[in-house]
């Protein structure tokens, strides 16, 4: 398969809030992500339980999760970093068509950050 590269800088809390799709679902694509980079920007992300990215399955299959205690101001987190915990969604091919998606659990996030993430992704 082919590897690609999904960059998106300046997530919002709102957008957060609201599940932010770095993937859309319905494509024919089997997808593997190989590599991440997360970064908080600017303020600590309040209030929610977590931060993290999922497929969006009726049963989502996390790839990974950030504890809001973790996700401080300034915080850059790649796979093999302690506050990053890997799902099973991690390095292993995704349900076929699913779209991955930045959200929270808990409460709404609070907080005057931004998040940035990178991802690799093979394709299929």
Known sequence: GNAMSFSV???????????????????????????????VNSAQVGAVTDVRLSTDEATPVDIFTVLQANATSGVKLAPEAANMSL?????VALQQ???IILK??????????????????SAK
């Open 104 to 121: 929270k659990t808990g409460s709404d996030a609070t907080g005057a950050f931004t998040l940035d993430l990178i991802l690799t992704i």
């Open 97 to 99: 068509g699913a779209g």
């Open 9 to 39: 800088m300046g997530i919002t809390p709102a957008q957060l809030n609201a599940g932010y799709y770095i993937v859309l679902p319905s494509h024919m694509l089997k997808l593997t992500v190989l590599d991440i980079f997360f970064r």
């Open 87 to 91: 799902g099973a969604g991690f390095a």
